[in-house]
Nanobody, 123 residues
């Protein structure tokens, strides 16, 4: 089992920045990648960014490239998402997720999920 706990969400004005954290614990040696997804009510969960947990490789959805940066600290078992130049359309609940294998951007390929943290960007 893997446990994921997100933090760092909040309310920010457009153009502002936030840093999300995801603390991971449990059987992490099985994990291939850890990612951020987001979801707004009435819409499907959307892939934001992924990072290889024990290797190298970062992936971003087009709408956040150049604004968001994913990073990790393996010593602390923590994943981060630095979000800059935030836009109202970035408003969503952000989830941390971990996968053993599968496509990086497909939610159903992730076995473990956090509870989510709300990000609200005001215009």
């Amino acid at each position: 089992q893997v446990q994921l706990v997100e933090s760092g969400g909040g309310l920010v004005q457009a153009g502002g920045r936030l840093r999300l954290s995801c603390a991971a614990s449990g059987r992490l040696f099985n994990i291939d990648a850890i990612s951020w997804f987001r979801q707004v009510p009435g819409k499907e969960r959307e892939f934001v960014s992924a990072i290889s947990w024990f290797g190298f490789g970062e992936y971003y959805t087009d709408s956040v490239k150049g604004r968001f940066t994913i990073s990790k600290d393996n010593a602390k078992n923590t994943l981060y998402l630095q979000m800059n130049s935030l836009k109202p359309e970035d408003t969503a609940v952000y989830y941390c997720a971990a996968q053993i294998r599968g496509a990086r951007s497909v939610p159903s390929d992730y076995r473990y999920w956090g509870q989510g943290t709300q990000v609200t960007v005001s215009s």
